[in-house]
């Protein structure tokens, strides 16, 4: 009787442990039992930046596979302790490093999986970049400032262009990362430039206010740029709203200085800021009623106080410190403050200092450039003037593009300790040559730097990061931390699996160190879900269907705060969020394709749905004196479900104004209210066809039943 065949392996395993580094084709009938790499390719890593690389492994008998390597870099380990290693977290295997200012150059890595028996061997190459000075890696250079703001009163959509920097490369790919904004367009214009579009609903406008853009730059050589981008929306509250408008103080004056404009404001209000206060700014004088939406923006920093009263401060970029042989630049900005009065729908109240125009600060530089003191090294700078003068310089350094001051050098003892005077000359942001001191680590900011204590479920700021991670089980998970890291917030993000249809509910719960917030994300990166108060305690509740999602828990402000998470998947027989449907009246959107309506006799229509922007037109012809009433019937939750009435006479005229552009004329009299249901009676003065128009505010959708009747 022939033996199993698998009692042949353990000779083969063996015989490969015996040819130690030589790979064998399989000795079992020809079965290669060797481990798979997945795809495993060369390499770019800049000097104090951690390289992260996932190790993707397959093991065709299915064996536990455990990874090592080999490697031409000198010192990785000293004493025991290595900046290099393999990490599992799970049965998932990944490669870190961050290298050091000597690690400059190319080297190998020879990865080696092994099952216990058969193993494989991958080698790449890694080359490291020093962080000083242009290294290769993609810039934006618009929109300018942090962001953009839109007022619904005046455009409902963003617009603008995104322009990207990279000398030696011949072009850039320019997209949107998760979080993503549903509905977002990004459109290429050339291979250094892209226009974005995004007309945002009203789901996506209540709330905080804003939404971050998340943009990725991809040259496909080197680790893509990535940059947050603040999407500020204007909504226009109606007369109804409760609450009183923040108040804004600010004391204007002209600036004589190097250093970039510091604009400085006192804010207070009984509810609290919404977000940080903005600053507008621009070059040009934007006049007497400023559209911010063409202006750059600048968020403020909470300096002291709390976002009830406190002093907030932001940096204006000096426009002529770049170009000192201009001379005086005048800069007009304005302070705009947005209150909490309404969590989750319109009626916030926007504040702006000034109340009509902009400010104006005469921007100059001191006659000759101080001579002292200078910046501390590793000062933020955008030009060489800012660092004090001869003996400095301001230069890129690390992976974000960000410029720092430091000393320049010839030898080593020029340096200050913990830096090193390294020797190829790097170019300054305005393209002196010169030999300057790097910090020992190689960076003013370095990833492997935390100034906080993190929690276990770490590394998960990104949603890459969380897909490494296991997913998060049901009930509430404590000791959560959110913190800064390597001076950048700390975001936390979680997986989600859920089995089936179900009612699910994400909840954070917080102290007031910091503000949190909440959303739930979809496998596609869309936006499920937000919920941003002023507080730390946050729910998110929706159905979804089977599949993997995740939460994403982000703070407003950058101290420690440490929370619980909770989420539960009851099964439901519910569905998923479905796009709103227009009715089976349609086309009913305008004068010429109304709805007739015989009044008299009583007109009751169910069913009805305002969708996509498109009103609703009902026609009736009236005699002098008659009074028509009219009553419309819908749940009212958020306002992104707020329906409006408006009367028109036969020319179009709007016999009841209530715009997004003024809502000073809205009344609920005239059915216009900001609850559910609406009812209007119009009395003729004059015979002739009327219009009744049904018009969701702001973009608002819901479905409605409507009735006419005649009043005696």
């Not at 060797?34 to 064996?63: H, K, M, N, Q, Y």
């Not at 959509?157 to 322009?163: E, G, K, L, R, Y």
Request: proline letters at 7%; a negative charge; hydrophobic letters at 35%.
């Amino acid at each position: 009787m022939l033996r199993p065949t698998a009692r042949i392996f353990p000779s083969c395993s063996r015989a490969l442990a015996l040819l130690a580094l030589v790979a064998a084709a399989g000795c079992a009938q020809g079965i290669d039992n060797r481990p798979i790499f997945g795809d495993l390719t060369d390499r770019v890593a800049f000097v104090g930046a951690e390289l992260t690389i996932a190790l993707e492994v397959t093991d065709p008998s299915g064996d536990p596979v455990k990874v090592r390597f080999e490697t031409d870099a000198p010192n990785l380990c000293k004493d025991g302790r290595c900046r290099a290693g393999i990490v599992t977290d799970q049965g998932t295997q990944s490669f870190h490093w961050v290298p050091r200012p000597d690690d400059v150059g190319r080297h190998r890595f020879t990865f080696i999986a092994s099952d216990g028996g058969a193993s494989a061997r991958k080698t790449i190459t890694v080359e490291v970049r020093s962080s000083v000075g242009y290294n290769g890696l993609p810039k934006f250079l618009q929109p300018l400032g942090n962001g953009v703001t839109i007022d619904l009163g005046r455009t409902p959509c963003f617009d603008f262009d995104i322009v990207v920097d990279d000398p030696d490369s011949p072009a850039v790919t320019i997209s949107q990362e998760a979080p993503l904004l549903e509905g977002a367009i990004i459109t290429e214009n050339d291979s250094f430039s892209a226009t974005f579009e995004w007309c945002p609903t009203p789901d996506d406008t209540f709330g905080s206010g804003f939404r971050e853009l998340h943009l990725q730059a991809d040259d496909g050589v080197n680790p893509p740029t990535e940059k947050t981008f603040l999407l500020v929306v204007r909504y226009p509250a109606k007369p109804e709203c409760p609450g009183e408008l923040p108040n804004v103080t600010h004391t204007p004056a002209d600036w004589d200085s190097d250093a970039d404009i510091r604009i400085t404001a006192h804010v207070d209000d009984d509810s609290g800021l919404k977000h940080a206060p903005i600053v507008y700014y621009a070059t040009s004088d934007p006049g007497p009623d400023p559209d911010v939406s063409r202006m750059a923006q600048v968020p403020m920093t909470l300096t002291s106080g709390t976002r009830e009263s406190g002093e907030w401060s932001a940096e204006i970029p000096n426009p002529v410190v770049k170009n000192p042989a201009a001379g005086t630049q005048n800069v007009y900005y304005v302070v705009s403050a947005t209150d909490n009065d309404d969590a989750l729908g319109p009626c916030d109240h926007t504040a702006s200092f000034p109340a009509v125009g902009t400010s104006r600060a005469v921007v100059s530089l001191p006659s000759v450039a101080p001579a002292g003191p200078t910046p501390d090294p590793c000062s933020p700078c955008a030009a060489d003037r800012q660092c004090g003068g001869a003996g400095h310089a301001c230069v890129r350094m690390g992976n974000r593009g960000d410029a720092f001051c430091v000393p320049t050098c010839v030898q080593a003892s020029d340096c200050p300790g913990g830096y090193v005077c390294p020797p190829e000359p790097v170019s300054s942001v305005d393209d002196a040559r010169e030999r300057v001191c790097v910090p020992d680590a190689g960076a003013c900011v370095v990833d492997e730097v935390s100034t906080c204590a993190d929690d276990p479920q770490e590394d998960n700021d990104t949603r890459a990061l969380a897909d490494t991670r296991p997913a998060l089980k049901q009930g509430t998970t404590t000791s959560l931390v959110s913190c800064v890291s390597g001076g950048t917030k700390d975001e936390d993000w979680y997986r989600l699996q859920v089995t089936s249809t179900s009612q699910v509910e994400v909840s954070i719960d917080g102290n007031d160190a910091s503000d949190l917030d909440l959303m739930l994300i979809g496998p596609d990166g869309k936006t499920l879900g937000v919920s941003e108060t002023t507080r730390s305690d946050e729910v998110v509740t929706t159905c979804l269907g089977p599949g993997t999602y995740y939460a994403r828990v982000y703070s407003f402000g950058s101290e420690r705060n440490t929370y619980s998470l909770t989420w539960t998947a009851r099964a439901a027989s519910c569905n998923a969020p479905t796009a709103c449907k227009a009715d089976a009246y349609e086309s009913d959107d305008g004068m010429s394709s109304a709805r007739a309506v015989d009044w008299r006799k009583g007109y009751t229509v169910a069913g009805n749905s305002i969708c996509g922007g498109s009103d609703d037109w009902y026609r009736v012809d009236l005699v002098a004196g008659d009074t028509v009433a009219v009553q419309a019937e819908f749940v009212h939750v958020t306002a992104a479900d707020d329906l409006d009435f408006h009367f028109l006479d036969a020319n179009g005229a709007d016999l009841t104004p209530c715009s997004e552009a003024d809502t000073s004329t809205c009344s609920a009299f005239q059915g216009q209210s900001l609850d559910s249901n609406e009812y209007y009676d119009f009395n003729a003065a004059t015979s002739g066809t009327y219009y009744l128009v049904v018009h969701g505010f702001a973009g608002a959708e819901n479905n409605y039943d409507i009735r006419f009747w005649k009043l005696d």
